[in-house]
């Protein structure tokens, strides 16, 4: 019920910014919590960032704590990820999530929906 596609990606230097987005399709999309995961090569897909249904409460993981920012806005059926302060291990091709269940996961079996990705690359 929910197609999500994201956008945003791009290469930055260390320390640089970038802001990803993820429109999704839809009239239900409050009606889903929201993730970020991403993926770099030879690495297991891992948990980034989440955010709940009405953007009131938010979790991130301890390697992107205090320098990424999650937010959504339910009227544009949009989530963000607001990337500060990257390093190269950020490098990863980046996607969102959408789960209809009501308790916060970090699980990626969990989530109905996913996007197609968008690359993020950070040079040293």
């Known amino acids: 019920q929910v197609q999500l596609v994201e956008s945003g990606g791009g290469l930055v230097q260390a320390g640089g910014s970038l802001r990803l987005s993820c429109a999704a399709s839809?009239?239900?999309?409050?009606?889903?919590?929201m993730a970020w995961f991403r993926q770099a090569p030879e690495k297991a897909r891992e948990f980034v960032a989440h955010?709940?249904?009405?953007?009131?409460?938010?979790y991130y993981a301890d390697s992107v704590k205090g320098r990424f920012t999650i937010s959504r806005d339910n009227a544009k059926s949009t989530v963000y990820l607001q990337m500060n302060s990257l390093k190269p291990e950020d490098t990863a091709v980046y996607y969102c999530?959408?789960?209809?269940?009501?308790?916060?996961?970090?699980?990626?079996?969990?989530?109905?929906?996913w996007g197609q990705g968008t690359q993020v690359t950070v040079s040293s």
């Open positions: 955010i709940n249904r009405s953007g009131g409460s938010t």
């Open positions: 839809g009239r239900t999309f409050s009606s889903y919590a």
């Open positions: 999530a959408a789960t209809s269940r009501l308790v916060l996961t970090t699980v990626r079996g969990w989530f109905d929906y």
